[in-house]
């Protein structure tokens, strides 16, 4: 089934009629405000255990910021404090088994491969392109989730399709944006929210006030924190010669992740930054409109076409332009979009890699079977972007990929 996602304009024109005229009902209403010490206790109460330090005053930043900044609804609120709650009882249950030794993470992992990039510019697709090497682990979309399985059955999938689901009923098109399935290999930003450290929550909520707390601490206790749940996840699904791995926020933190995983490579994927922060702010529009009634299309692109998200990617092409030859490869995404396996057989000559009859099939395999393209409709100035302005700011950048 296609989905469509028509050009962002107001909230409501994003949701059911249902659930719009509901925002509108209960604007106001004083029910569930963001309050730290309470979104907590259901979490704390239900696993027996308190956050680590670090993690409790992430929570209460991120929890702050939400109440002064963000302007959600009621429905907004709950909504929060579930998706909250639901984040820190994954930090909670790894952390009461690690208490009583019932869980010990590995230390030894796989040579890693990171897939760099702005959000937007095609990461996604090249990481399920990547996933079908068989020679390749990539952690699931439910694994990422839920990263610590039940002792009984396995329902880890279910419940990320519930939550999926859910997604669907508040906002129908969001597919059409953001393909996601329980199933997918998908991106690392989970096992940083579970610990509530990552500029990514910007994505859900307008929170100036987290983004500045976050910008001032430091980068290596979020990224020891990502480590262990990375451990948490191999070392319940092991196997393959090397990670996949992906998140745009990789990008602005690279000397906390090298700290941590040294033998890391890169892949840095370039595409039309018009089109990036164009796409970028469709998609910040309409996962914000899912708990806010105050989203102004026109300010989003200004908001992120700026210092954060730009500096970011200018630090980690400095970091990428440093690392010694087999390290790092770059890819545009016009190019992956042509012809895949040949993007990725480039990929795997320049990091050096064996790009094995297996792999070769697999991605053949995938490209073959994919489902017919969503439409996701977005023009630069709806959301208050001029197409020369972000071509002049980055005309370096675009002249050295030929973008």
């Keep these: 089934m296609v989905v469509y996602a028509r ?14 005229a509901l925002n509108r009902a209960t604007q106001g209403v004083p029910i569930c405000r963001a309050n730290a010490a309470a979104w907590m206790r259901g979490a704390v109460d239900a696993a027996g255990v308190e956050p680590a330090p670090d993690v409790r005053e992430a929570f209460e930043a991120l929890v702050q910021s939400i109440e002064a900044d963000a302007a959600l609804g009621m429905i907004g609120r709950l909504a929060a404090r579930k998706d909250s709650r639901r984040k820190l009882s994954q930090h909670l249950h790894a952390r009461a088994l690690v208490e009583a030794g019932q869980l010990e993470a590995p230390l030894d992992m796989p040579e890693p491969i990171y897939l760099l990039g702005w959000m937007r510019s095609g990461t996604t697709a090249l990481h399920r392109l990547l996933a079908a090497d068989p020679d390749n682990w990539w952690p699931h979309h439910y694994e990422t989730m839920f990263c610590v399985p039940p002792r009984a059955e396995d329902d880890r999938a279910a419940k990320t399709a519930a939550v999926l689901a859910e997604l669907k009923l508040y906002s129908p098109h969001y597919q059409a944006i953001h393909p996601m399935q329980p199933g997918n290999p998908e991106e690392c930003v989970n096992l940083f929210t579970h610990v509530f450290r990552t500029p990514q ?7 100036p006030s987290y983004l500045k707390w976050l910008a001032a601490q430091d980068a290596s206790v979020a990224y020891g924190r990502y480590v262990e749940e990375l451990g948490i996840l191999r070392y319940h699904r092991g196997g393959g010669k090397r990670m996949v791995l992906k998140d745009p926020t990789h990008m602005g933190f690279l000397p906390a992740l090298l700290e941590r995983l040294p033998r890391a490579k890169f892949v840095f994927i370039h595409r039309d930054p018009v089109e990036v922060f164009s796409s970028m702010s469709s998609m910040y529009a309409y996962t914000r409109a ?3 009634r105050d989203v102004d299309p026109r300010a989003i692109g200004p908001e992120l076409f700026d210092d954060p998200l730009l500096g970011a990617h200018a630090q980690g092409l400095a970091v990428c332009d440093g690392l ?3 390290r790092v490869a770059h890819v545009r995404h016009v190019d992956v979009r042509a012809d895949p396996v040949a993007a990725a057989r480039a990929i795997y000559e320049t990091l050096g890699l064996p790009f094995s009859e297996a792999a070769e099939q697999g991605m053949r395999r995938h490209v073959a079977r994919r489902p017919a393209a969503h439409h996701h409709e977005h023009t630069p100035n709806a959301f208050g972007l001029r197409p020369e302005a972000v071509r002049e700011r980055l005309a370096d950048y675009i002249e050295r990929f030929d973008l």
């Design 7 to 20: 050009q962002f304009t107001t909230p409501a024109g994003t949701q059911p009629r249902w659930f719009a």
């Design 201 to 207: 929550f910007a994505v859900q909520y307008r929170v």
């Design 290 to 292: 899912i708990f806010t």
């Design 324 to 326: 010694g030859p087999g």
